[in-house]
């Protein structure tokens, strides 16, 4: 007959468990720390965007100084308009690094709103510029010579404004856009070398203000690009910084084998979280990343978000296996106790199994009578929380079966009055002699195990 | 083998070295199995302490104890170790509560709930239980007791080491025992020669090991345990009885030492403690009650802690010399104790045997308050000091006592009062009542006496005592009891003299009741216990009857003084003597003329008169030709119709049988059938036999005697009839006997009982009063009122009277009749008289007239 009993721990009992353990195991944020380590690894990042950026609209700038004095003074306008917001938008980056990702939605719309200001000021200029040019072209109409000279003006300002947008990334914001403008201008071009009038003053003024909308677009959307990236860089090294962070489990006291590591109790969880941060890390930080601004807003505000959530989910997890490993080892305990005050056994042999604290705990008692008792506390459930109690008694001697029953029977009263409550005591399978010898349980592969 | 006795156990523990015979089962039974003890060194120690300092002097390596409540524990570190050899021996410090034994990922924390841990920390030391006795706090229930047994199995059934194992309360573990079974079987292996050389201890509180075994019995479960200790009592249990005199002297020394307590003089602690030991308390109470003393700054000399009231310092023979009387007694016992003495010294010389040995037990004869208990006490006292017993004390159940109302409550019954007696003296008093029922539970009390006097022959003197003729008969009934009380064991004791009696009296008087007694009180009460002596029957209370006498006077003295507070008492006189006593104070010397003399005056009954001074002629003639040997009065028949003056004439014989010297008090006690007859089987003969003593030394008058025959056959006036003939043959000379009655029922009273027709030889006959001598009583009886007759209040009186006998015929009540019709006239008068009640004079108030004669009946 069988002398192995399981004794399930009532499930109150361990749901209660549960909660204590989740309030044992809260994510940890050293946020000062984080702030800095955030700076200093986006750092290097911003000033590789912003300095493109910036190497950009240099460029621009240099375009168009070349511009007619009639344009030049509202392009110049316009650049040094997007270049202050641009400027703007990598100080608030750095400035706002204290707020990690909460703000960085708020903070890109107050950088797009800013531009929308900028440039709506810039065409209010332009349009009055053109009603005060519309005037002198009435004039002009009559003076053919100046009218010709004007035309040929606008449409040399158009090509300097097309070579500003060339030096642009105007294909990934604005793709096409700029070779149909440029066929219009080769078109207008060639009219007015072959002497070809018609053509007019008035449609090279519209195609010179078209280029002039595309540049200001582009770098309206580059600025917003560069700003959209960054935030998701940074956004995704604050969730590297976090995982950094909890690599171990920092409890109060430090147990005696040092700080708990939460990948091992996570069982490899933590890892995969990091590798896949540092995968999207990458394909954000490409420079020919196929990316686009939502794309990297939605990083920074919802996927670095879903990793922080996961990367919590994972510790806590970890920390409660770490709390069930310990209570299997306080079951054993009370267990023990009451074996050995109301059985006479004495508990001295423990180990995990595969001296894996994951596992299932194992204790050893012996009897006078050479009797062996090996108390197995194992982790159950989906998520091996829970654990199922067995007591395997190995008699010697020829106990009846009668006796046998008692004994069980007593132990698992005694275990209830000791605060462990237990179910029924149910007939488990047969009794392995392979439970008995700790050494055994020592060495073996709990996966094993379970696999055979 | 021989076993050491180490100095921790004290000398009424000796039985602990009958496990020299190597039984591995055995029972320790007593009620100090829940003591202390103060060995020879002076230690005090519980129980376990002694018997591991006991085993383990005896090479007993591990001493395990389990009790009701603690499956197993033990109280030394070695045994500890031996049993749990991988147990630490001391418990881990736990700071900041709990911590688990196994290490996990958080080291030794204790994560689980409040509850969980506290509970946890309740179940027992965490360590291993080291030597935790037990705990009173935890619940007894039966959860481990598979364990139990199986540790206990374990322990017992190793060859090394030598292990005890000690189960303690053990009425209490069989009783609640769950593992029944296994427990039986493992104990029949032990039995059965499978515990190598350990042993198992078995601890009772019960005084007697045939309870043990009844208890064990049954329980049902553990057979061959019965049967085991069934086998070979005597060497597989001990008793473990309270504490002896040297024992209860070094409790005194351990108070003094350790509580402070005060002994003065020391001179007088032996008797002291000679005392002590004589009361049944365990140690740890004698160490409360003295320490008690101590807190109170009691000296030990002035203690009540003694049942026997003040400590005499003298010994007992000194007493017992000095109590008043019981000359005989003194004789006896000390013939008694010489020959117990030389007995004793015989036999310790290994010469004489057992059958011959000089019997304690003795038999106290005589009657009640003639000093048997506070003797008994005093052999107590002697035979301790003769070293016979060793504590001395009285256990004195009446013999009711003992009888049980259904089968088997007798033996217990008996059984549980010998045990009390253990070591001192059982005095059954009245014993013999428990031969009086045949058939009934007093043979089985008998029967268990003799046996328990054969078990515990060197523990238990029994003293039976009783009136001496029923002893004797109790004692002649039965074979056993006379081998165990042999005829010169027997003590009588003589009832008090009536010196003696006197002295007691006025002594609990004096000294008990704080009377002063004045001279005529001394004389009365003198002539009162004269009397009673002289009166008294096998039921007299001697020294009982004077504590009752000298109470009865203090309540009239109460009564009659009603003392104010603060005022002198005045002194108890002769009129303090109650009335249930006078009777036998001095009325007096009576001249035998004037008793005559008081006859003739009786108004007609001439042939009484004549019939009585013949009587006194015979007596007078009978006491002259026999010198010395005074006649006996006869017993009397007076028959005549209701009123005709039979007992006014009772009475005057009583004075003239006294005035003769016949009758020494010659009162008159009258009854009827009602005075002599009860309502159930016995009690009519008792009721008799109380009136005959009441009567003793007088007249007793029956009237309308012929009632108690007019009954049935199942009537009890028969069993009266019967006593009373008894009586009158016992007390021959006595008592006189008249019975009185209409003649011819008298006639057929007598002719129905020849035994009463022969003792009956003086008749009298009482004719009715003729209308003349009941004029002449009428005017007598008013005369002697102060009342006179107007014309014609005789002459109508006398026709009253004599329509009225015509009326009434053999039922006219004579003299009786005259009364009646004097009420009736007075009434009558006092009517008449109703409105000028203040206005007439003396002599009209005292007037009779004819009016006042009731109308004659037509």
């Known amino acids: 007959m069988s002398g192995r009993k399981r004794i399930y721990v009532d499930e109150a009992e361990w749901n209660r468990l549960r909660g204590e353990a989740g309030r044992l195991s809260e994510l940890r944020r050293d946020v000062p720390r984080l702030i800095d380590q955030v700076r200093e690894q986006t750092r290097a990042d911003l000033d590789r965007s912003f300095g493109d950026l910036d190497r950009r609209q240099d460029a621009v700038e240099r375009d168009v100084s070349a511009l007619s004095e009639r344009n030049r003074r509202f392009e110049q306008e316009t650049t040094r308009r997007v270049q202050d917001n641009a400027r703007q938008l990598r100080r608030q980056l750095e400035d706002n690094t204290r707020v990690l990702r909460a703000e960085t939605s708020e903070l890109l719309a107050k950088q797009q709103e800013a531009m929308r200001r900028a440039v709506a000021e810039e065409r209010r200029e332009r349009e009055r510029h053109v009603a005060a040019l519309r005037a002198d072209v009435d004039v002009l109409q009559r003076d053919k010579e100046r009218a010709a000279a004007l035309e040929a003006e606008y449409l040399a300002d158009a090509g300097h404004l097309r070579d500003a947008i060339a030096a642009l990334p105007h294909e990934r914001f604005a793709p096409d856009a700029l070779g149909a403008l440029e066929r219009r201008l080769r078109t207008a071009e060639s009219a007015r070398e072959q002497g070809v009038t018609g053509y007019g003053l008035g449609n090279a003024q519209n195609l010179y203000h078209e280029f002039s909308d595309l540049r200001v677009a582009v770098l309206e959307q580059d600025g917003e690009w560069t700003a959209a990236r960054g935030a998701a860089v940074r956004a995704l090294r604050a969730v590297e910084g976090l995982v950094s962070q909890n690599e171990v489990m920092d409890l109060d006291p430090t147990p005696p084998g040092g700080r708990p590591d939460v990948d091992y109790w996570s069982r490899g969880a933590l890892s995969r979280l990091r590798g896949e941060v540092s995968a999207l890390l990458e394909r954000v930080r490409d420079e020919g990343t196929a990316m686009t601004t939502d794309d990297f807003r939605s990083v920074a505000d919802r996927t670095a978000a879903e990793f922080e959530e996961r990367l919590e989910t994972v510790v806590r997890q970890a920390g409660t296996a770490v709390y069930a490993s310990q209570l299997r080892t306080n079951f054993a305990d009370l267990v023990a106790t009451a074996l050995e005050t109301h059985h006479q056994y004495d508990v001295r042999e423990s180990t995990f199994e595969g001296e894996d604290q994951r596992e299932a705990f194992y204790a050893k008692g012996s009897h006078l009578d050479g009797s062996e008792i090996v108390i197995e506390v194992e982790p159950t459930g989906k998520d091996g929380v829970e654990c199922a109690v067995r007591v395997l008694s190995y008699d010697e001697g020829t106990p009846s079966a009668e006796e046998r029953g008692d004994r069980v029977e007593s132990i698992r009263r005694s275990l209830r009055d000791n605060g462990i409550a237990v179910g029924r005591a149910d007939e488990d399978g047969r009794l392995d002699p392979a439970d008995r010898d700790l050494d055994l349980v020592r060495r073996r592969d709990p996966d094993r195990r379970r696999a055979s | ?858």
């Open chain 2, 1 to 858: 083998m021989a076993l050491v006795l180490p100095p921790a156990v004290p000398e009424r523990l000796a039985g602990l070295a009958g496990l020299g015979s190597g039984e591995p089962v055995w029972v320790l039974h007593g009620p100090g199995a829940h003591d202390e003890f103060v060995g020879r060194d002076h230690v005090v120690r519980p129980f376990e302490q002694v018997l591991i300092e006991f085993l383990r002097a005896n090479g007993y390596e591990r001493v395990a104890f389990s009790s009701p409540v603690t499956p197993v524990y033990f109280h030394d570190t070695a045994s500890h170790r031996l049993a749990r050899p991988g147990a630490p021996t001391a418990p881990a410090p736990a700071a900041g509560g709990r911590t688990s034994r196994f290490a996990g990922p958080l080291g030794n924390r204790f994560v689980g709930s409040e509850r969980m841990a506290r509970q946890a920390a309740g179940g027992g030391g965490h360590a291993g239980g080291h030597d935790t006795g037990p705990d009173p706090a935890r619940p007894v229930e039966g959860i481990s007791d598979p364990s139990r047994v199986q540790v206990l199995d374990a322990l017992m059934r190793q060859p090394r080491p030598r292990t005890a194992v000690v189960l303690v309360d053990v009425e209490t573990l069989l009783q609640h025992l769950t593992a029944r079974r296994a427990f039986a079987g493992r104990v029949a292996r032990w039995t059965a020669g499978q515990a190598h050389r350990n042993t198992c201890l078995l601890l009772f509180t019960r005084p007697r090991l045939d309870e043990v075994v009844e208890l064990i019995d049954e329980l049902r479960y553990a057979p061959q345990l019965v049967s085991y200790l069934r086998e070979r009592p005597g060497r597989r249990s001990c008793a473990v009885p309270l504490p002896e005199v040297a024992e209860v002297g070094r409790l005194v020394q351990v108070s003094r030492l350790r509580d402070g307590l005060e002994v003065t003089p020391w001179t007088r602690l032996p008797a002291v403690v000679r005392a002590m030991a004589a009361r049944v308390l365990s140690a740890r109470d004698w160490l409360g009650e003295l320490g008690d003393l101590a807190r109170r700054s009691t000296p030990l000399r002035e203690a009540g802690l003694l049942s026997g009231g003040a400590v005499d310092d003298r010994s007992a023979w000194e007493r017992l010399e000095a109590m008043t009387g019981l000359a005989p007694v003194k004789e006896h016992l000390r013939t008694r104790a010489a020959s117990l003495a030389a007995d004793a010294e015989v036999r310790s010389r290994g010469l004489g045997s057992d059958e011959d040995a000089v019997s304690p037990h003795l038999v106290f004869t005589g009657n009640p308050g003639t000093g048997k208990t506070t003797v008994a006490g005093l052999v107590g006292e002697v035979y301790r000091e003769m070293g016979l017993l060793s504590r001395g004390h009285v256990v004195a159940p009446a013999a009711d006592e003992l009888i049980g109302q259904y089968v088997g409550q007798t033996a217990a019954l008996t059984r549980a009062r010998v045990a009390e007696a253990l070591d001192g003296v059982l005095l059954i008093d009245e014993a013999y009542r428990l031969s009086e029922q045949p058939g009934g539970f007093g043979q089985e009390a008998i029967d268990t006496l003799l046996s328990e006097i054969e078990l515990h022959r060197d523990r238990l003197v029994v003293i039976v005592a009783g009136y001496t003729g029923p002893m004797s008969r109790f004692l002649a009934a039965n074979v056993g009891l006379r081998s165990r009380f042999p005829e010169r064991n027997v003590v009588e004791f003589p009832d008090f003299e009536p010196d003696d009696l006197h002295e007691i009296v006025l002594r609990r008087l004096r000294e008990h009741h704080g009377l002063e007694c004045a001279p005529d009180l001394v004389t009365a009460l003198r002539q009162v216990v004269t009397g009673l002596h002289r009166t008294r029957d096998e039921h007299f209370g001697n020294a009982r009857a004077m504590r009752e006498l000298a109470v009865e006077v203090k309540d009239r003295w109460a009564v009659r003084t009603r003392p104010a507070p603060g005022a002198p008492l005045a002194p108890a006189t002769a009129a303090d003597v109650p009335e249930g006593y006078r009777t036998h104070l001095d009325r007096g010397e009576v001249r035998l003329e004037d008793v005559l003399a008081e006859l003739d005056g009786l108004t007609g009954l001439e042939p009484v008169k004549r019939s009585v001074r013949e009587l006194v002629d015979t007596l007078a003639l009978h006491r002259r030709r026999r010198a010395g040997d005074p006649p006996v009065p006869p017993h009397m028949v007076f028959q005549g119709s209701p009123g005709t003056g039979k007992t006014t004439v009772a009475r005057l014989v009583g004075e003239v049988l006294r005035s003769m010297g016949l009758l020494a008090r010659g009162h008159v006690v009258e009854t009827q059938r009602a005075d002599l007859v009860a309502g159930y089987v016995g009690q009519t003969a008792e009721k008799t036999r109380a009136k005959v003593r009441e009567a003793l030394d007088g007249v007793l008058f029956v009237d309308e005697a012929y009632s108690l025959s007019t009954g049935g056959p199942q009537d009890f006036g028969r069993e009266a009839v019967t006593e009373l003939v008894a009586q009158m043959e016992n007390l021959r000379g006595r008592l006189v006997v008249v019975v009185a009655g209409y003649p011819g029922a008298m006639r057929a009273f007598l002719a129905a009982n020849d035994g009463l027709r022969s003792r009956f030889t003086k008749h009298v006959d009482f004719p009715d009063y003729t209308v003349p001598e009941l004029r002449l009583i009428l005017v007598d009886l008013a005369g002697r009122r102060g009342f006179t007759f107007a014309e014609g209040t005789l002459a109508r009186a006398v026709r009253w009277l004599e329509a009225r006998r015509a009326e009434e015929g053999p039922a006219f009540g004579n003299a009786r009749a005259v009364r009646t019709l004097l009420g009736d006239m007075e009434a009558r008068l006092a009517r008449r008289l109703r409105d000028v009640l203040d206005t007439a004079d003396d002599a009209t108030l005292s007037r009779f007239t004819p009016p006042d004669v009731p109308p004659v009946p037509s």
